[in-house]
């Protein structure tokens, strides 16, 4: 009995090092790269937060250098961000409170720069297309009407389009393009919820332009009545 038993063991031993000949090499390459993908992983968060805490913290000095009116140190902490960790959403907003701060100020090229900047390399979509609408109010201030639409065309997130077409119109019709601003105000005016503040600006608009005797917007005016 113990010599059957021996002969079992015996075999079931040679089974696995058959296997284990065979797989070996295969699962301790497995067994190693799993390894090491857990350790660029955990390395890559940590690497991820490490960058978020120092995003955030040149955004505060952003913020601090804005409450002390230190258009030095303002700028000095934008160009360090926007540097250092240009894929963070603190350098997107940085470009948007910076642009702001140097438009109140009248220093509309640091302004233009600050939302050109935040546009093309914004982390996040809904940054670059604030920056964009942004800058095109300020090109339509300074009567650059073409670049203004310039920074309006392209494809933009469906829940943007209301506002950018509004934003079209104002461009449209400040070059005395009645029909072409009609057109983008009434797409605006559709797009917009019926509860919504900024949808009765844009009526506004449309009326001030005489929207009722355009064709376009009558069709409009029509679905809002059903």
């Known amino acids: ?44 968060r940590y690497w991820q937060k490490k960058q978020a ?28 961000l926007r540097s250092l960790y240009p894929d963070t959403n603190q350098a997107a907003q940085a470009g948007l409170l910076v642009s702001k701060v140097y438009a109140d100020k009248g220093s509309m090229t640091a302004a233009k720069s600050a939302l050109s900047w935040t546009a093309e390399y914004g982390a996040d979509e809904g940054y670059k297309v604030l920056a964009r609408l942004r800058l095109s109010g300020i090109l339509m201030a300074e009567k650059s009407h073409d670049d203004a639409l310039k920074q309006l065309a392209g494809p933009f997130p469906a829940e943007y389009s209301a506002l950018v077409a509004d934003r079209k119109g104002d461009a449209f019709s400040t070059q005395g393009k009645n029909q072409e ?46």
């Not at 301790?28 to 857990?38: E, G, I, P, R, Y």
């Not at 949808?199 to 029509?222: D, F, I, T, Y």
Request: glycine share 4%; proline share 3%.
């Open 181 to 226: 601003a009609i057109a983008e105000y009434s797409r605006a005016f559709k797009e917009l919820p019926d509860a919504a503040e900024y949808r009765r600006l844009v009526e506004v608009k449309l009326n001030a332009l005489g929207w009722k005797s355009s064709p376009p917007v009558v069709a409009v005016a029509s679905e809002v009545a059903k």
């Open 53 to 80: 805490l120092q995003a955030a913290a040149l955004y505060d000095a952003v913020e601090l250098a804005v409450m002390a009116g230190d258009e030095a140190r303002l700028g000095q902490a934008f160009v360090d």
């Open 1 to 44: 009995m113990a010599n059957h038993l021996d002969l079992e063991e015996q075999e079931q031993l040679d089974q696995l090092k058959h296997f284990w000949n065979t797989w070996g090499t295969l699962i301790s390459s497995v067994l190693v790269a799993v390894a090491l993908a857990l350790v660029a992983w955990n390395g890559y």
